[in-house]
């Protein structure tokens, strides 16, 4: 009986590498090295009368198969934010206009998509309508492309990039959806009034709203940070411990605020590296391992765990079907080329003036990597670096057990996620988790950053790990010329600096650098070798054009 229970198990991680790896396989050995495109063509899945100042928004296919290109915006990971019915007739906390309204989402940042067979609500870019019941019912979720789609605009022209940071303010969202929410709870006239337009009875409405509210506003609780994250930035991992370890096990006392937001990172060429997570922490070379992160990542964004300590395995809402084939888009994607049309075209001499300098600058920690090409990523301390190190101490936390002992909070998560993907026996868990995976997250990264590759590089502003440089002539000047605050909250590109232009908005947000968390110091002369003339900084971005 033990052999062939644990043979069935050697076969379910087997198969599940398989999915995982069998793509990264394939295009590496068909496909070859890939080829960034620079096609850009108009885009038929945003809401562009909703966008204003805007005369087109430019998309680029980067290696999607246009079939699947606006499925991946919408895809069913299994994150369930609120009911389906409730988030679409859900009214903003003055009751002047549905949530889900272009204009109100647009001031959290969240692009507007159109209404098509992959988004049939019409939900904005990166919501996700369930393709299972949970309990019953049909919900609306977040995809990959909440975080990771970004838009950069230039006189008129927008860019929209698969796969670049986001500029959401996912923290400012998810408070004012549980003010929403609450405010209907508190209001007789507001829930009578949901209730009609749900064809549905205040006094049947109203236990689904209250159960609703009482997960969100616990979630809120727990992740109250004194730090405002502001647009394009999130803790993430400070999020997902607090969900698997405090609220999942029901142990209040392992929240810890979290206090260390990163800039959302781009996650083409996630794959290609050993390890992957700005701290370096998660390896991608381990059997399971990229699915465990995925489940993971879903944890952090409203899915759902039926924790029982009493069972081998727990019921969750996470679609494990839908996250294979979201690694497989991430896999296939490509990084976006410099679009000379729109940015100016490269001045190749000057290019390779700069290459001269990466090469001896740059080169030993950033590689040059194309499309499909594995490689063993660098990691640097913070302490090396002189960047801030909030968010590589962060990783590095313990929390209490069920059992009232202390586990790194890094493994307790990894063990929950076992249990959600694995239905078996628990002492082959515990031997899994022991020895094959979990011993191996952790062990390269931890108080260290990725250097990550460079490849499209222009595309993902704000720089830094935390988004505290807004361009990347600002990231090459010493610290002291660094600005001290800027605005973030616009999607203007400035293709000279190469990054984000000021921004006076009425809505940004300034981002003070001089809080813990915010630092914009490091990445220095004492990492280059040199302080970069002007016209070096120039010539150095001239080249990451090219990447």
Not at 95 to 112: E, K
Not at 183 to 194: F, V
Not at 205 to 219: I, K, M, T, V, Y
Not at 221 to 246: E, F, H, K, W
């Amino acid at each position: 009986m033990f052999r062939s229970v644990f043979k069935a198990l050697l076969l379910i991680v087997a198969l599940v590498a398989a999915v995982y790896y069998g793509v990264a396989w394939y295009h590496s050995t068909s496909l070859g090295p890939g080829q960034a495109s620079d096609d850009w063509e108009e885009n038929d899945f945003l809401d562009l009368g909703k966008l204003e100042g805007l005369d087109s928004v430019l998309m680029n296919r980067q290696g999607i198969d246009p079939n699947n290109y606006t499925a991946l915006m919408h895809a069913d990971q299994g994150s369930l934010v609120l009911p389906r019915d409730i988030f679409l007739a859900l009214k903003t906390v003055d009751g002047g206009q549905a949530f889900t309204d272009p204009a109100n989402m647009l001031r959290y940042r969240y692009l507007p998509g159109r209404q098509t067979e992959a988004n049939p609500d019409g939900l904005p870019i990166g919501f996700s309508r369930s393709q299972k019941l949970w309990q019953g019912e049909e919900f609306v979720g977040l995809t990959c492309s909440a975080c990771h789609s970004g838009m950069l605009t230039y006189k008129g022209t927008g860019l929209y990039i698969i796969g670049a940071p986001t500029q959401a303010d996912f923290q400012t969202m998810t408070e004012e959806l549980g003010a929403a929410l609450a405010a209907t709870l508190q209001d007789p006239a507001r829930l009578s009034e949901m209730a009609a337009a749900l064809n549905t009875d205040p006094a049947k409405l109203r236990p689904r709203l209250e159960r609703e509210d009482a997960l969100l506003q616990a979630r809120l609780q727990i992740n109250a940070s004194p730090l405002r994250y502001g647009y394009g930035r999130v803790d993430a991992v400070g999020q997902i411990y607090n969900q698997a370890t405090s609220v999942n096990l029901g142990l209040p006392q392992n929240a810890t605020p979290p206090v260390a937001p990163v800039s959302y990172p781009h996650i083409w060429g996630t794959g290609q590296a050993d390890v992957a997570q700005w701290t370096g922490f998660a390896p991608n070379d381990i059997i399971g391992s990229i699915l465990l992160r995925n489940v993971g990542e879903v944890i952090g964004v409203f899915g759902r765990v039926d924790v029982d300590p009493g069972k081998e395995a727990f019921p969750s809402s996470v679609n494990i079907e839908e996250l294979g084939d979201l690694e497989d888009w991430v896999n296939r994607m490509e990084p976006p080329a410099w679009p000379e049309d729109i940015f100016g075209a490269i001045d190749r001499d000057v290019a390779a003036e700069g290459e001269a300098l990466y090469n001896r600058h740059c080169k030993g920690c950033h590689k040059r990597a194309d499309p499909y090409e594995d490689y063993k990523a660098t990691l640097v301390s913070p302490d090396e670096l002189g960047v801030d190190p909030l968010a590589a101490r962060a990783t590095l936390a313990t929390a209490q057990t069920l059992d009232g002992s202390k586990k790194p909070k890094l493994k307790m998560l990894i063990e929950q996620t076992f249990q959600v993907v694995l239905d078996h026996p628990g002492e082959m868990v515990e031997a899994i988790i022991e020895g094959a995976v979990l011993d191996k997250f952790g062990k390269r990264g931890g108080f260290t950053y990725k250097a990550r590759t460079l490849n499209g590089i222009w595309a993902t502003p704000p720089y830094l790990h935390n988004g505290s440089v807004p361009t990347l002539y600002d990231l090459l000047s010493p610290p002291e010329e660094r600005p001290k605050t800027f605005t973030l909250g616009g999607w203007e590109f400035d293709p000279e600096r190469v990054g984000l232009a000021p921004h006076d908005g009425a809505d940004g947000f300034i981002f003070d650098t001089s809080l813990p968390g915010n630092r914009n110091t490091g990445h220095d002369s004492r990492i280059f070798g040199t302080t970069f003339t002007p016209d070096q900084r120039l010539a150095l971005i001239e080249y990451l054009k090219t990447f």
